[in-house]
């Protein structure tokens, strides 16, 4: 498989802003749903929960510039009670179901993205499905393939860290 990277609009101050006082919350609601995971340090789960805000914003104001898509919904910032968390698109453009999935680049290493094991787009992807692996790099460049999640069903890994329960996909495995 051969994808392209593309460049995407980094967030406005006033989005950041926005994914500031998300993450903020989001990470103490969500403490206790990841500390059963192991992985409950509340720095961690700010930052996660920040870069994955602020990727979802670097797509959408990507795909706004394309006159193609008539209707497109931003990045949710409501806050839900734990138990509602779910795996529904980030973003919607038309018909099409945007997964933003995100991951801050460390030194020149290639990127890998992680997936729930009860994500239902790893398992039973649907046409209308997209998949946008968004890479963050300091301070503050976005890039991203876009590919169709039934296209990388097969795709599906290991994590590299044996203690994570989670699908991976790696970015060798997206550019060929």
């Known amino acids: 498989m051969q994808l392209k990277k593309i460049n995407l609009v980094a967030p406005s101050i006033y989005q950041e802003q926005l994914c500031q006082l998300f993450s903020k919350q989001s990470a103490v609601d969500q403490q206790d ?22 990727a979802e914003y670097a797509v959408f104001n990507t795909l706004i510039q394309f006159p193609e898509y008539k209707t497109i919904v931003p990045p949710d910032i409501m806050l839900y009670k734990k138990d509602r968390k779910s795996h529904d698109a980030d973003i919607k453009a038309d018909d099409k179901n945007i997964h933003v999935k995100s991951c801050m680049v460390v030194d020149d290493r290639l990127s890998s993205w ?10 039973q992807p649907k046409e209308n499905d997209i998949i946008a692996f968004v890479s963050i790099t300091l301070p503050k460049t976005f890039q991203a393939y876009f590919i169709q999640a039934t296209r990388i ?11 994570t329960v989670a699908h991976a996909i ?3 495995d997206l550019i060929g």
């Open 33 to 54: 749903y990841y500390s059963k995971k192991g992985e409950g340090k509340i720095d961690k789960l700010e930052l996660w929960s920040y870069n994955g805000k602020m």
């Open 170 to 172: 790696y970015e060798e």
């Open 114 to 123: 992680l997936f729930s094991t009860e994500d239902k787009l790893v398992s």
């Open 153 to 163: 069903t097969g795709m599906y890994k290991e994590p590299y860290a044996k203690k």
